[in-house]
C-alpha cells in the first residue's frame, strides 16, 4: 500500500500559508515466514520499497543477541524470499527484522523445532 504525503503549514487559524512541493512517498515493508515453526529451514519472504539501502534480514535469539545476518543481493519491487537454515541453531524462538541503511523494521517471531 502507498501513501502520497504532503507537508503544509498552516497558521493559528488552521488556515493554510504554505505548502511544501516535495511529496514524500511511503510503502508498507512485508515480512514473513513460513513455515513457522519450522525445522530446520524457512523461507522467509519480504517486499522493500525502491529507495531501500543494502537491505539484509537481521535474527535474533530470545536474549537479543544478534545470531545470523541474511544479506539481501539483487531485489526489485515485489515480493521477494530467502531461506534460513537453522540447523546449527538450538530449538527455541527466534526474531527476525529487515534492516537497511535507510530503515529497520519491527521484528517478527519465529519458532525453530527440532
Known sequence: MNW???LVKTDSNGQ???VNDEIITT???KLSSFPNPFNPTTTIKFCLPINTI???IEIF???GQKV???II???ELRI???VWNADNYASGVYYYRITSTNFVGKPHKMTLIK
Open 27 to 29: 510503502t508498507d515493508y
Open 61 to 63: 535469539n530470545l536474549k
Open 68 to 70: 545470523d545476518q541474511l
Open 80 to 82: 521477494n524470499e530467502i
Open 73 to 75: 543481493g539483487d531485489y
Open 54 to 56: 543494502n537491505p539484509s
Open 16 to 18: 493554510m500559508n504554505s
Open 4 to 6: 502520497e504525503i504532503a
